[in-house]
Nanobody
Framework: QVRLVESGGGFVQAGGSLRLSCATP???????????MGWYRQAPGKERELVAS???????NYADSVKGRFTISKNNNRKLVYLEMSSLKPEDTAVYYC??????????????WGQGTQVTVAS
């Protein structure tokens, strides 16, 4: 079972920034580069939604609501995935989940999931 571990969530004022990290101890280093990785979020009473994803080829996809404010990146040597969030809004409040997929071309990776990290943005 592939394990994903998110960190970096917290409480921030509107307009602030946070960086989420996703460690992937369950993915073998030699295969990490081939995975599609992504970040999802789920707010109370809402469905989980894709926030950003990056394929093995480096193709990046963002939800319209975060374009220009969030940046996804991955470090293949350290097996880490990041989500840099800036100009945060109260509507960004949610539990953020890291996801990985064996299919590196997937724009919406969903094979494996982390436990989530809470992001709360105060107005």
């Amino acid at each position: 079972q592939v394990r994903l571990v998110e960190s970096g969530g917290g409480f921030v004022q509107a307009g602030g920034s946070l960086r989420l990290s996703c460690a992937t101890p369950g993915i073998i280093l030699s295969t990490f580069w081939s995975r599609a990785m992504g970040w999802y979020r789920q707010a109370p009473g809402k469905e989980r939604e894709l926030v950003a994803s990056i394929t093995s080829g480096g193709n990046i996809n963002y939800a319209d609501s975060v374009k220009g404010r969030f940046t996804i990146s991955k470090n293949n040597n350290r097996k880490l995935v990041y989500l840099e969030m800036s100009s945060l809004k109260p509507e960004d409040t949610a539990v953020y989940y890291c996801a990985a997929d064996r299919d590196g071309t997937k724009a919406a990776p969903n094979d494996y999931w982390g436990q989530g990290t809470q992001v709360t943005v105060a107005s």
